[in-house]
């Protein structure tokens, strides 16, 4: 299974910015899908964005922080991104890195450790 390590949390003003980094220990090209996740203290674990491996390599964002973050990936760096803009401090959270796999007919999913974020207003 890739291990997935994520780094760049941090505490941030609100309207700051912080870009997560999400990296892999082999290669994300088989990654069906990669994903940030978030969980706030008392609170369930929310999607934030995801990024699929389709031809057009389509994002999908919580309406919560649409236009605000933004997922990418580096396959070169097997890394993948979350850029996130005028933050704000409901975006505080434990923030995890997501990836699905397809080996054959089973899905195998791999999740990193997280990362804390923290907005302060």
């Known amino acids: 299974q890739v291990q997935l390590v994520e780094s760049g949390g941090g505490l941030v003003q609100a309207g700051g910015s912080l870009r997560l980094s999400c990296a892999a220990s082999g290669s994300i090209f088989s990654f069906v899908i990669m994903g940030w996740y978030r969980q706030a203290p008392g609170k369930q674990r929310e999607l934030v964005a995801v990024l699929t491996q389709s031809n057009d390599g389509s994002a999908n964002y919580a309406d919560s922080v649409k236009g605000r973050f933004t997922i990418s990936r580096d396959n070169a760096k097997n890394t993948v991104y979350l850029q996130m803009n005028s933050l704000k401090p409901e975006d505080t959270a434990v923030y995890y890195c997501?990836?699905?796999?397809?080996?054959?007919?089973?899905?195998?999913?791999?999740w990193g450790q997280g990362t804390q974020v923290t907005v302060s207003s």
């Open positions: 997501h990836a699905v796999e397809m080996r054959g007919t089973r899905r195998v999913d791999s």
